[in-house]
């Protein structure tokens, strides 16, 4: 039987450029795409399982896919402790994440590229496709990963197939299959910090051709940190969800899969703690005394604010995917709608004090700041496409993609300070305010916008095999984007920090774009192939729609382009005990979509541009090996050298916005390595218990976190080591696993976010960073815990 995982085909790749990073021996040594499963298993103890991907929408062997990918199985995910998406960097090398104030401007960077914005203008770098569908802002990603099972990083652009906003890369997430009989599991865990997860799914055939399946999940952690404010705790959560999935079989020829699903999160996340840089005149008289008992250090997860972070998704949708198998291929239509949810407050001052001095620029002292923002999303889409079969002369795909997506953003700040005080002057000048004594101001802006984004694409791809062993790929993408906004922010009064003037624009935009691959393949013998790719990025073209948005924001932003080149070689061997990859690349990005920072009435805010050129280039390796019954290693190392080539201010910005040429761009550590180990003891037959030890470590060299390259915003290297037990029953119908989460107790923090990233001294513009704010995640410390599962 034909089924829809056949449903594709081969990555286009254009042919004939020079490489010059690469060179002629590197492909001699490359292995291209990463073999990154944790938890293979085989029927013996020795060969591994045959990898299978849909990385080219197609089921196929991972070592003959010509794409630089890793691969993750659900096993891996949960003996890793990797429950959302956001920790998935910790498994798979050349990728990191940014976690911002609320999932609305997180973000995955693959290779050094990624799209961090607040606008609802823009859209992300790195595609996040769960179940085929495509999924329209990083945010949405930012979720937990329920009954999965396997999640395939791709890395590189991947438009032709996945579409434009893959130009860094897709995070492509599989979840498990309906089984045809009645089984499932469920399983319940503890651990430090308050952390409760609860997890189980199963499935039952309702007749001969139908069968279905539901998964639910719920979490809770009290947080990492405290708000002494008031003494509630921070950066915890409170998550909960479920999907459904029903699979008709009409026909052997016929398979239809309905999925629901629904997931909330009400987190008091993201706090941003302060670590003072500095003792500035501005940080003793106002920051330092106002996050008073808290003390502001390198390591400091604790805040004082007078209101409380807060974060809340709802993310829901439904798909319907048909796989209608045809004589010579496969016919696969997925149509599917998704709505995102999301509201977030944040304590815009940092502290819980009231303006302490007239009318100064004291972070603290002078303005007493909350924000409040909501987002409502809807998207639309339906894909169309047709795969032959494989093993012919040529084999193709050809293809239709509709997107649509309706955004309404509301962002309200606002602002308290003082403006004149009957208390006598301080010797440094400043005027001390205090309740009963002075006059206090209060406006307030509030900004509102409609985003609507549309998307169709025609896309094709194939792969002549000139001989058995010798194959050219081609292919390409035609894109129709069409954009339009309108925006609106009423201010009730002039002057406040952070709040510009009442302001409104629109607008809209359309373009039609082409884009490109083409790549040779090798096979250097019966389980080693050998590859060169071209490939073009393409991210559409953009508007800064933000809070602060103002005249000299309202221009569009270009698309952002790229020429991307790999070469590599996968390879299996030792009969089928080692599977490892190596590849090269390189990257050129014209017209990257990234922040910059300018001030608005002493506040500093961020803005999206077109910041000019910028590469990224290195290799990446993996490899995954069972050299004794019982014992599976993988690994992996990643090298990326991402640097700015050429920094392009927009026109009106001010003097700070320098950004040095040739300096490494934001959350692009040169080294990541991955490391995992599962022993199962070889214990006699009369032991009724099986243990399996599992271990795992993932280290990264110094990483920048913020463009404006203030030594201050550099997160030193360090390394995570995971450990785990299980004990189990036999076939694992029960386990008991004990666990410990970064076991060396490394803290590290996930941003980095300057007070200003420069300042203009006789008019040249230098790093004048005085205070960071950390963000801090829930295992930056040891956490120890307990679970349990059971198999029925």
Known sequence: MKIANRAAIEQSRKVGLS????????????????????????TDDDALTEIIVTAQKR??????VPVAMSVVTGDALAHAGVSTSESLPNLVPGVTFRKGTTNKNSALNIRGIGTLSFSSGAEPSVSTVVDGVVYARSGMAVTDLLDIDRVEVLRGPQGTLFGKNASA???NIVTAEPKPSFGGYAEASGADNGEVRLRSSVSAPI???????????????DGNGRNVHNGHDINGYDHKGARAKLQWTPTDAVKVTFIGDYAEADDNCCAESIQIISNSAANVRGLIPALSPVYPSATNKDINNDVDPHTKDRNFGASVQVDWALPAGTFT????????????????????????????????????????????????????????????????????FFFHTDTKERFIRSDVTCTASTLAALGNGNIPCASGSSTYARASGTAVDSVTTNNEALFGQGTYHITDDFRLTFGGRLTHDELDYTFQRVATATGFAGIGASFASANNYSRNDASAKAGVQYDLGPNTMAYFTYSQGYKGPAYNIFFNMAANNTGRLSPETSNAYEVGLKTSALDNKVVASLALFRDDIDGFQTNSFTNINGAVVSTLVNAGTVRTQGVELDFLTRPLPGLTLNGGAAYTDATIVQFACPTGAPATCYYPNGKVLPYAPKWKLTADAAYKLPLPDSVPVGVTIDTSYSWRSNQ???????????????????????????????????????????????????????????????????????????????????????KF
Do not use: C
């Open 19 to 42: 490489f010059r990073l690469l060179g002629t021996a590197a492909l001699a040594l490359s292995l291209a795409g990463a073999a990154h499963a944790a938890e293979a298993t085989s």
């Open 59 to 64: 089921g196929e062997n991972l070592t003959s």
């Open 169 to 171: 890369g897709v995070i």
């Open 207 to 221: 007749s001969s051709d139908l069968v279905a399946q539901l998964a639910a999940f719920y979490g809770h952690a």
């Open 333 to 400: 239509s997925i149509s599917a709608w998704r709505g995102w949810h999301n509201v977030e407050t944040r304590d815009g001052d940092f502290t819980a004090s009231y303006p302490a001095y007239v009318g100064s620029s004291v972070p603290g002292g002078s303005t007493s700041l909350t924000d409040h923002g909501y987002v409502d999303l809807n998207q639309y889409s339906q894909e169309l496409r047709y795969a032959s079969d494989l093993g012919g002369r040529f084999d193709y795909v050809g293809g239709f």
């Open 704 to 790: 920048q976190m913020d463009i404006g390259e203030s030594p201050a915003t550099i997160q030193q290297a360090y390394g995570i080591w995971n450990l785990g037990v299980d004990f189990a029953a036999p076939e694992d119908r029960f386990v008991v696993r004990l666990y410990a989460q970064n076991l060396l107790n490394q803290f590290y923090a996930v941003s980095k976010v300057p007070d200003s990233a420069t300042s203009v001294v006789n008019g040249i513009a230098v790093p004048s960073t005085t205070y960071v704010r950390l963000g801090v995640p829930r295992d930056a410390q040891r956490i120890l815990g307990l679970g349990i599962r059971t």
